[in-house]
């Protein structure tokens, strides 16, 4: 089934330099990229998108680090493309993630784990909403 899904390249991966070895891999997995934006995200946005997480205790550091340099957002769609994009960007924890994977291949914290993508549809719709109001292409 085609889905569209979000995944934003925090402000570590925009840093690294791996805008281009992150989109590579998507594209590489015939997925298509239907929005993409280099932004300095609001704070509102943040906090918004993040909306599940404000009780936890990570929540206030997690805001800081997206909202400390450009992030770039991307909406892509392909079949499967929610678990697909999980499963090759890795496990949230880049110390349990798998080689191979985007974080297994590039990071060492989560704190520092270079992407974000969707949980499941749902999340995505909601996500989508948020990084691209004025809506994607295709
Ligand atoms: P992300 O997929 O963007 O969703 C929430 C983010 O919070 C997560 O990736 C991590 O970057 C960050 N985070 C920091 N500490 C934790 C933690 N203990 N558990 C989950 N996420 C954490």
């Known amino acids: 089934m085609s889905e569209t899904t979000l995944v934003l390249i925090k402000p570590g991966g925009v840093n690294r330099n791996l805008i281009g070895e992150i989109t590579r891999r998507i594209e590489a997995r015939d997925l298509k990229v239907v929005g993409l934006k280099l932004i300095n995200a609001e704070r509102a946005t943040v906090e918004e998108h993040y909306a599940e997480h404000r009780e936890r205790p990570f929540f206030g550091a997690v805001?800081?680090?997206?909202?400390?340099?450009?992030?770039?957002?991307m909406a892509i769609k392909g079949t499967n493309a929610v678990k697909a994009i999980r499963a090759m960007m890795g496990a949230t924890n880049p110390l349990e993630a798998n080689p191979g994977t985007v974080r297994g291949d590039f990071a060492l914290t989560i704190d520092d784990n270079l992407t974000?993508?969707?949980?499941?549809?749902?999340?995505a719709a909601r996500e989508l909403g948020l990084w691209f109001p004025e809506g994607t292409v295709g």
């Open 63 to 73: 805001v800081d680090y997206l909202c400390s340099g450009p992030v770039v957002a």
């Open 116 to 123: 974000h993508s969707s949980s499941d549809p749902e999340a």
